[in-house]
């Protein structure tokens, strides 16, 4: 039987589908955050009904688009602190049922800065198909996530210093970044004309600007008592329906070392230099987590000089070479 499940889990790679699905799952909460960001802008210059109707609005358009999305509209209130809280927004991915419960953001605006705190939690659970209702294990994943932004009008930017933390189960995950986003909107001297400047532009340049934001520092880092069994349970959850019966501690370990036996072969065959590469950093930290009882793995990214952020800007491609520009740390403890 342990030989047919093995069997199963090397024959049937998800074809990009589990991959897919991880990053989906590990970034929910840094796309609540990109969401809360770009709210912002629509918030601080409008009062709190009108606010709800824009919220709402664009809410139900996308109900309207998609069979698998559904929300409880948002109720806001407040002028110098603005509050917003919706009991559920829930959607559908494949067999996922993914809801975000208890939703609540804040904005505090001052004349060139922002503060907003974004706090709910999140279930992600297998679903079922006809009825679209949840069933069997769930995954819950509470968060609270603070957003410092800056206006820097000599240089065009808005800066950002954002920190997460959450939890699911035993397993707790920190987020802290440190970015800029650049448009000319924010060479203005106040926060106000800024944001009404950014209003007037449509989606797609909104989505731009966050797309295209610089990071100076970030870090992640994540830990429980046990992190391999933890993640374990996890991966069992996320992925019941691909393998209904289950997946050992061993299948997962002779999954990885195929992998990584690959990932070696090809190293050597293009002779790459593993000096500051992430993938042979990580690898030694996984390595630690199952071999050596190591129960938390952490990521920081920043730049070596700090000072290239406007040269990156004016760069005609965004693919820069990271570790040029970068020092990357992989670390377990």
């Given at each position: 039987m342990e030989n047919t499940q093995e069997n199963q889990i090397k024959e049937e790679k998800p074809k990009g589908k589990l991959s897919k699905k991880i990053i989906i799952i590990c970034t929910l909460i840094t796309l609540l955050v990109?969401?809360?960001?770009v709210a912002v802008y629509f918030v601080v210059t409008s009062p709190s009904k009108i606010l709800e109707e824009q919220i709402n609005s664009s809410l139900n358009e996308m109900q309207a688009e998609k069979d698998d999305f559904t929300?409880?509209?948002f109720t806001c209130s407040g002028f110098k602190e603005i509050m917003c809280n919706s009991p559920l927004v829930q959607l559908y991915d494949n067999d996922k049922q993914v809801a975000f419960k208890n939703l609540s953001f804040t904005l505090t605006p001052s004349t060139n800065e922002i503060y907003g705190v974004a706090s709910g939690i999140i279930e992600i659970s297998?679903?079922?198909e006809e009825t679209e209702t949840a069933n069997g294990?769930?995954?819950t994943i509470n968060f609270n996530c603070k957003d410092n932004a800056m206006l820097l009008s000599e240089r065009s930017m808005l800066a950002h210093n954002i920190i997460c933390n959450s939890n699911a189960d035993n397993i707790q995950l920190e987020q802290k970044s440190i970015l800029y986003m650049r448009d000319e909107v924010f060479s203005e001297t106040n926060m106000i004309s800024a944001l009404k400047g950014l209003m007037k532009k449509?989606?797609?340049e909104i989505s731009d600007i966050v797309k295209y934001a610089i990071s100076e520092d970030s870090y992640s880092s994540i830990q429980s008592p046990a992190l391999f069994d933890d993640m374990l349970?996890?991966?069992q959850v996320l992925f019941k329906d691909q393998y209904p019966n289950g997946v050992s501690k061993e299948e997962v370990i002779d999954f990885y070392e195929k992998l990584k036996k690959d990932y070696i072969?090809?190293?050597?065959?293009l002779q790459l230099n593993s000096e500051n590469n992430f993938i042979d950093k990580t690898i030694i930290a996984v390595?630690?987590?199952i071999y050596n009882n190591k129960n938390l793995i952490s990521m920081r990214m920043y730049l070596k000089d700090s000072s290239v952020i406007d040269d990156l800007f004016n760069q005609d491609s965004y693919n820069f070479n990271l570790p040029e520009y970068y020092e990357i740390e992989v670390e377990s403890k």
């Open positions: 990109v969401v809360i960001i929300y409880t509209p297998q679903s079922n294990d769930i995954i449509d989606k797609e349970h996890m991966i072969s090809f190293k050597n065959l390595d630690d987590v």
